[in-house]
């Protein structure tokens, strides 16, 4: 697809890494797959990749964990 951020670029599948902070919690996911522009590396995650990404970050900041980082599991 078009890169709607530079308009010039087409992106590719690729992994990529996500932070996701949340009253005060920090995750780090690792090889998250995502569309990733050729042109300026803006990283597009489809819908079902984001809510995993959320549901696992509400986990962790639940369970009290201040800073994680994991490699994504799909």
Same mark, same amino acid.
């Given at each position: 697809?078009?890169?709607?951020?530079? #308009?010039? @670029? $087409?992106?590719?599948?690729?992994?990529?890494?996500?932070?996701? /902070? #949340?009253? @005060?919690?920090?995750?780090?996911?690792?090889?998250?797959?995502? /569309?990733?522009?050729?042109?300026?590396?803006? !990283?597009?995650?489809?819908?079902?990749?984001?809510? #995993?990404?959320?549901? !696992?970050? $509400? @986990?962790?900041?639940?369970?009290?964990? /201040?800073? !994680?980082? #994991?490699?994504?599991?799909?």
């Amino acid at each position: 697809m078009k890169c709607v951020i530079c #308009r010039t @670029g $087409e992106t590719r599948p690729a992994t990529t890494t996500i932070t996701l /902070e #949340r009253c @005060g919690a920090t995750t780090v996911f690792k090889g998250v797959p995502a /569309e990733v522009c050729s042109t300026c590396g803006e !990283q597009y995650v489809d819908e079902a990749t984001t809510r #995993r990404l959320l549901e !696992q970050a $509400e @986990g962790a900041q639940k369970a009290g964990v /201040e800073v !994680q980082v #994991r490699s994504y599991a799909a």
